[in-house]
């Protein structure tokens, strides 16, 4: 039977009971406390005891400008208004300072590797199976275990090229990851946006802190794309790789694929011959090597996968297990980001690097162990529950914010497919101040860096993140909730600089 | 066509080219200042800037005092450069020349050219250095950039007849020239041309130079890869596909010419001079260009030789003899 001491079983030992335990615990405000102001945010504090609400106001509204100007806009699927709407932009930046960054950057850099360690092997030798590390059945049965990568070889071993860890904050220095994106994490167009953005708004403030650049991120991506074409290939032919321009990423193609000065291909302008991958151009057919491919891996080649797709490319599949186009992200990465195996992440990174973790996960109930079930149904109003394969914030219940109705229908979708979900202790989402119709408010945050893994020719795979990362937020107040899709917004997320070193900044390679 | 009037045109041309390049520098400029290692030395992003785009000494002569502040330089040089009347070749002055100019040859011009000439100067003159910091420095600057190419694409329109080679020998020049000074002053500040480890100052630098050129997206398209300064050097110097390198100025120097002395049975020196340049650029070496500056002064000099050249042949040729004339209608 459960009690209410319950606690569930892959909760990570690193994690402090006291942070998950309550219901709706006092948030960690990282601009500062009763003491006063944290070091980072001092010029922004200053600032803002003389600035005015209609100067933001105006901030604000110049903000929108640029964003309309520019044409940064995402869909909304479901939303028949229009298709195309501005993400909201809070002008107040969020700051982490050097040691907060080097912690998280590490962490989050620690989990991808043994990510990546963890796809190569379960579609090889399927060591940590065979350990008993992660239970095979987890891994092996599935639906996103993708039987067609089992024994092919990728440049460098690398799976994830791009991974976007989502990771949230409880306190000084107690960070967790909720989840990490190794399928196609988008909105890291965002993160450079927004900054570019926030340099035309606030010029003064750069100059005052010394505040890391995270414009080459497009060249760190293509970098690494490059470093992962197929052996032999000395200058290889990149392309960014879209289902259209109706899809809600659709800007982001486009402004990528024009930052590294490569081509954006859609499926039909791809062809399958003599064994290569290739695009029709005015000039001929032009080979690929390196395909980075915003389509998902159900759609990306109608012979291998869904034959009712018209985004993919016939027979690509089958050159990519050749070893003679790579693509980024990997396919059938979706097993390792499954909320399933997200819970043992921790052990993967102690079974493939011998490291204890840096980052924790959040304890994790499996509704499909009837322990674990009881007692999540008996707490739903604490708790956040989640579809294992779902994401982007659909299909949640965050408990605190649910009405008895909304449990109880709820509830029934757990007791039909109990396997389906997980849950979650609510918790209590840091907050960064915020400029709200109210003033300046603090609202809850969340953080997704963006995780670039290539390799080098004989030094093997090696894994950069450029200082600076997507800061989601919600600005509803109390809302714990920062998805796009879900009314969140952005803010831009400045990573101050120790010290002036002009020549280690930057790109980091581990 | 009068000469004085295609002297006029071509300074219209050279003025328009002029404020575009100026916008681009200080669009580089902002960027640099802004970035980190800019706190060790926050001046030097700005006298770049000003050694590239106006004239350090006049802007020292203009600021009663070194103003303290990185933000107060920063707000002091970008006026100097945008609004400031009493620096010749800051925006407002070029723009004011272009319209001035164009007022000139305003018969032989388009409708639509005029309309967008003179509407641009009624746009930019009512700018002011609080204005500019009101507007927003980014939003002004598209603006003029705007603008100018709104003139240069009623330029495109005009008929293939004397004053379009005219206005395409201006921009020429004036892009010869910038693009020489930009790779003289960027090649002799750069300690080597080893790639820089990408996110580094190092890397910035050569971004930078790109931006001020005009050429970052021309270089990743043309590249498809990441920053070789052996390449930016390429590219900047002679890229075939680029119209603004320092070579595609030059080949379009030479078409211009090539129209412009068509009646002169191949004697016209300036062309002489216009195709040495075009031919000697064709095979200059980006690693002796970093080695030092001389090629590439050597070519500012011989540029200025060939527009005196185009001064004497079509723009202020010496004026027939009086004596001889009173001989004639004798």
């Given at each position: 039977m459960t009690t209410k001491t319950h606690t569930p079983a892959a909760a990570s030992p690193a994690a402090p009971a006291r942070a998950v335990s309550t219901v709706r615990p006092r948030a960690y405000n990282e601009m500062g406390d009763a003491a006063g102001t944290f070091a980072p945010y001092e010029p922004l504090s200053e600032w803002l005891t003389t600035a005015s609400s209609d100067h933001l106001e105006a901030k604000r509204r110049a903000a929108e400008g640029i964003f309309k100007r520019r044409g940064i806009t995402f869909n909304v699927y479901g939303d028949a208004s229009g298709t195309e709407r501005l993400i909201p932009f809070d002008v107040m930046p969020r700051i982490l300072s050097a040691a907060e960054w080097k912690t998280v950057s590490a962490g989050c850099c620690q989990r991808v590797r043994a990510l990546n360690r963890f796809l190569d092997d379960i579609y090889h030798g399927q060591e940590i199976l065979k350990a008993g590390v992660v239970p095979a059945d987890?891994?092996?049965?599935?639906?996103?275990?993708?039987?067609?990568?089992?024994?092919?070889?990728?440049?460098?071993?690398?799976?994830?090229?791009?991974?976007?860890?989502?990771?949230?904050?409880?306190?000084?220095?107690?960070?967790?990851?909720?989840?990490?994106?190794?399928?196609?994490?988008?909105?890291?167009?965002?993160?450079?946006?927004?900054?570019?953005?926030?340099?035309?708004?606030?010029?003064?403030?750069?100059?005052?802190?010394?505040?890391?650049?995270?414009?080459?991120?497009?060249?760190?991506?293509?970098?690494?794309?490059?470093?992962?074409?197929?052996?032999?290939?000395?200058?290889?032919?990149?392309?960014?790789?879209?289902?259209?321009?109706?899809?809600?990423?659709?800007?982001?193609?486009?402004?990528?694929?024009?930052?590294?000065?490569?081509?954006?291909?859609?499926?039909?302008?791809?062809?399958v011959d003599d064994g290569y991958v290739w695009m029709n151009t005015t000039a001929g057919a032009r080979r690929i090597d390196v395909i980075y491919r915003r389509v998902d891996d159900d759609f990306i080649d109608p012979l291998a996968f869904n034959p009712d797709s018209c985004l993919g490319v016939p027979g690509i599949m089958e050159v990519y297990r050749a070893g003679r186009v790579n693509l980024a992200n990997a396919v059938g990465n979706g097993v390792a980001d499954d909320k399933a195996i997200y819970l043992y992440v921790p052990d993967m990174i102690r079974f493939y690097l011998g490291e204890e973790p840096i980052l924790s996960n959040v304890p994790t109930y499996r509704l499909r162990k009837a322990d674990d079930r009881a007692y999540v149904l008996e707490h739903l109003a604490e708790l956040v529950v989640k579809e294992v394969h779902g994401s982007g914030g659909y299909g949640m219940l965050v408990g605190p914010a649910s009405t008895v109705a909304e449990r109880e229908a709820y509830k029934q979708r757990i007791l039909a497919d109990p396997e389906d979900f997980i849950a979650q202790p609510t918790l209590a989402l840091s907050t960064c101040p915020t400029f709200v119709a109210q003033g300046i408010a603090p609202r809850h945050v969340d953080l997704r860096p963006y995780v670039l893994s290539g390799g080098v020719a004989g030094k093997g795979p090696c894994c950069t993140l450029v200082p600076g990362a997507l800061t989601r937020v919600a600005l509803k107040e109390g809302s714990l909730v920062v998805n796009s899709s879900q009314g969140g917004g952005t803010k831009d997320t400045w990573v101050l600089e120790e010290a002036a070193s002009p020549e280690t900044e930057g790109a980091r390679a581990c | 066509m009068l000469s004085r009037l295609a002297a006029n045109a071509s300074w219209l041309a050279r003025y328009l080219e002029r404020a575009e390049n100026t916008a681009r520098v200080l669009t580089a400029a902002m960027g640099s200042a802004l970035a980190p290692e800019a706190t060790a030395d926050p001046a030097r992003a700005w006298r770049t800037a000003l050694a590239l785009a106006g004239d350090p000494e006049l802007f020292a002569g203009a600021v009663a005092a070194t103003p303290a502040g990185a933000a107060e330089r920063a707000i002091a040089v970008i006026a100097h450069l945008v609004c400031d009347r009493d620096n010749p070749s800051s925006m407002i002055s070029s723009l004011g020349a272009v319209r001035e100019n164009g007022r000139t040859v305003r018969h032989a011009l388009t409708a639509e050219l005029w309309d967008a000439i003179s509407s641009t100067w009624l746009d930019i003159n009512a700018l002011d250095a609080d204005a500019v910091q009101r507007r927003g420095v980014d939003e002004v600057l598209a603006r003029i950039r705007q603008h100018c190419q709104w003139i240069r694409g009623a330029i495109s329109d005009l008929n293939r007849d004397e004053i379009f080679h005219v206005l395409a020998y201006g921009q020429a020049v004036e892009r010869a020239d910038f693009m020489a000074r930009l790779l003289a002053a960027s090649l002799a500040g750069a300690a080597s041309l080893e790639r820089p480890a990408i996110g580094t100052a190092r890397h910035r630098d050569w971004v930078g130079m790109l931006v001020a050129a005009g050429c970052l997206e021309a270089y990743r398209r043309a590249y498809e890869d990441i920053i070789d300064p052996r390449r930016v050097a390429e590219l900047l110097v002679r890229h075939p596909a680029s119209p603004r390198t320092l070579a595609g100025a030059l080949a379009l120097l030479e078409s211009a010419l090539l129209q412009l002395t068509s009646n002169r049975g191949g004697t016209s020196q300036a062309l002489a001079g216009a195709r040495e340049l075009v031919s000697d650029v064709r095979v200059l070496d980006s690693a002796a260009l970093v080695a030092s500056a001389a090629p590439l002064l050597g070519i500012s000099t011989r540029l200025a030789a060939v527009c005196n050249a185009a001064n004497a042949e079509l723009f202020h040729p010496t004026p027939v003899q009086p004596a001889a004339q009173a001989q004639k209608t004798t």
């Open positions: 987890e891994v092996l049965s599935n639906p996103l275990y993708n039987q067609a990568m089992v024994g092919v070889d990728l440049p460098h071993g690398v799976h994830a090229h791009i991974a976007g860890v989502d990771v949230v904050r409880v306190g000084p220095e107690q960070w967790y990851v909720l989840e990490d994106n190794l399928r196609t994490p988008s909105g890291v167009s965002y993160m450079l946006e927004n900054r570019a953005a926030m340099r035309q708004l606030f010029p003064d403030f750069f100059r005052r802190q010394q505040i890391a650049p995270v414009d080459h991120y497009p060249e760190a991506l293509l970098s690494n794309l490059r470093a992962c074409a197929p052996a032999g290939v000395s200058d290889p032919t990149v392309v960014v790789m879209t289902p259209g321009a109706a899809n809600s990423a659709y800007f982001e193609h486009a402004f990528l694929a024009k930052r590294m000065g490569v081509e954006l291909v859609e499926g039909q302008d791809l062809f | -």
